[in-house]
């Protein structure tokens, strides 16, 4: 089972751009299905989107043609390259790893998107 690690998150103004990344350590990281989710407090943690092993992509409408998930198999990282940020883009975002039975979560990344 892979182990996560998010990175990249932090403050920008609303229009801006942040790329989180999350590092995967453990083997078979290909095999994965990859997936970036958001909270906000008091509400669900909601999907942002998936990128399969065969890269493959999918987002919630919230974030189409403004989000591109893209996963490098060599460095074990995804990546969640965020632009044209809105203020109801702030959240926790958390990555996960997902493959037949087995799903692990990372502890996740504040994004806050304020002027």
């Known amino acids: 089972q892979v182990q996560l690690a998010e990175s990249g998150g932090g403050l920008v103004q609303p229009g801006g751009s942040l790329r989180l990344s999350c590092a995967a350590s453990?083997?078979?990281?290909?095999?994965?299905?990859m997936g970036w989710y958001r909270q906000t407090p008091g509400k669900q943690r909601e999907l942002v989107a998936t990128i399969s092993s065969s890269s493959n992509t999918k987002y919630a409408d919230s974030v189409k043609g403004r989000f591109t998930i893209s996963r490098d198999n060599a460095k074990n990282t995804v990546y969640l390259q965020m632009n044209s940020l809105k203020p109801e883009d702030t959240a926790i975002y958390y990555c996960?790893?997902?493959?037949?039975?087995?799903?692990?979560w990372g502890q996740g990344t504040q994004v806050t998107v304020s002027s």
């Open positions: 996960n790893a997902a493959w037949s039975v087995l799903s692990s």
């Open positions: 453990g083997s078979m990281f290909s095999l994965y299905a």
